[in-house]
């Protein structure tokens, strides 16, 4: 067990920032070609390695100097079964990219020295595309998919782990038993459309309090991402407990829709001090909204203004 795992957000009572859109960030500004939008395939290079450390050294800086605590993510959201198959890696290949992608983050945190709270979360994404909402499985299904994955990450330094951008309650409560099954904390996040359901027309409501049902409210909290706040401000109105639940937002930087955001050949940035503004916003109604960060299109610059908003 992680002897770190007293210090996860919402235990700690500290402020936490996490990281950015990794994968628009190394797209759109630094020329990578990621195939199946996949980021881990750069640990096995050395100029790959280097330009993650330098991404992941900007939030670092940010924690440091805003004197917040830090979620470090691995870059680890397309290395499951499904994707790395499309990239014609096999389990025991993938398996040693989340392994690398842990030992990496943990010798930054190492490196670091920070004075406030650091904890290492292995990410994972969903098993069908994000934007698409017209592939879904049971919960069954799902739980013995993930399984594999959350159980690689329990065999590292990861602290917990972090579903991210997820279209379903059925996936969500999958991944959900399977990490309560091997005693893995685990963050679930859901992407919204622009009406602030989830993809598959399912509202927040009925995911967080179904999986807080089913599972004995097994999640350590719940988050948005992949959404820009305008998308889901409008599901947050009621002062009802499920909102307690949200300990967490990762917005994109652009208020474009998914199938917009698809179709994009330039990069969105929208305007980093507006987005400080819209998190500060629903700061006033999520209030244990403990951990904030970005998805597309934001950058340590977007993530740097929402912690001078909501923590300043």
Same mark, same amino acid.
């Given at each position: ?10 235990? #700690? +009572? ?30 096995? !290079?050395?100029? +790959?390695?280097?330009? /993650?450390?330098?991404?992941? *050294? ?31 890696? !096999?389990?025991?290949? &993938? ?17 670091a020295? &920070?004075?406030?709270?650091? =904890? ?13 909402? *017209?592939?879904? /499985? ?12 959350i ?9 917990? =782990? $972090? ?10 409560? +999958? ?8 005693? /893995? ?8 459309? $622009?009406?602030?359901k989830?993809? !598959? ?21 719940y ?6 706040? $305008? ?24 208020c474009?829709? *998914? ?5 994009? @050949?330039?990069?969105? #940035? ?13 700061? !006033?109604?999520? @209030?244990?909204?403990?951990v ?21």
């Amino acid at each position: 067990m992680s002897k770190y795992r007293h210090q996860l957000p919402l235990k #700690s +009572g500290t402020p936490f920032i996490t990281d950015a859109g990794l994968e628009t960030e190394l797209v759109f500004r630094e020329g990578y070609d990621l195939p199946e939008f996949a980021s881990f395939p750069l640990l096995s !290079s050395k100029k +790959g390695r280097e330009d /993650m450390r330098d991404y992941y *050294h900007h939030y670092i800086d940010i924690a440091r100097q805003q004197h917040t605590g830090l979620v470090l993510e691995a870059p680890t959201w397309r290395a499951n079964p499904d994707w790395g198959h499309k990239l014609e890696y !096999s389990a025991n290949e &993938l398996a040693e990219f989340n392994h690398q992608a842990i030992d990496f983050l943990a010798q930054l945190r190492s490196n670091a020295q &920070l004075d406030e709270p650091c =904890v290492i979360s292995g990410c994972i994404g969903p098993r069908y595309d994000g934007y698409d909402p *017209h592939h879904y /499985m049971s919960a069954n299904e799902a739980e013995q998919y993930h399984a594999a994955q959350i159980k690689t990450f329990r065999e590292t330094q990861a602290d917990l =782990v $972090t579903a991210l951008t997820l279209t379903s309650i059925n996936e969500a409560l +999958g991944i959900t038993r399977a990490a309560k099954k091997l005693d /893995m904390p685990v963050v679930i996040s859901f992407t919204t459309e $622009t009406d602030g359901k989830l993809p !598959s027309g399912e509202t927040l409501r009925e995911a967080i309090e179904t999986i807080d049902k089913e599972t004995y409210a097994y999640p350590f909290y719940y988050m948005i991402n992949c959404a820009h706040p $305008t998308h889901f401000q409008s599901a947050l109105k009621n002062e009802s407990m499920w909102l307690k639940r949200i300990g967490g937002v990762r917005a994109n930087a652009s208020c474009k829709s *998914h199938a917009e955001l698809d179709e994009s @050949t330039e990069l969105d #940035s929208g305007n980093p001090k507006e987005l400080g503004q819209q998190y500060k916003a629903l700061k !006033s109604r999520l @209030t244990n909204m403990h951990v904030i960060g970005g998805c597309c299109g934001t950058n340590h610059q977007h993530v740097n203004e929402i912690a001078q908003a909501c923590f300043g």
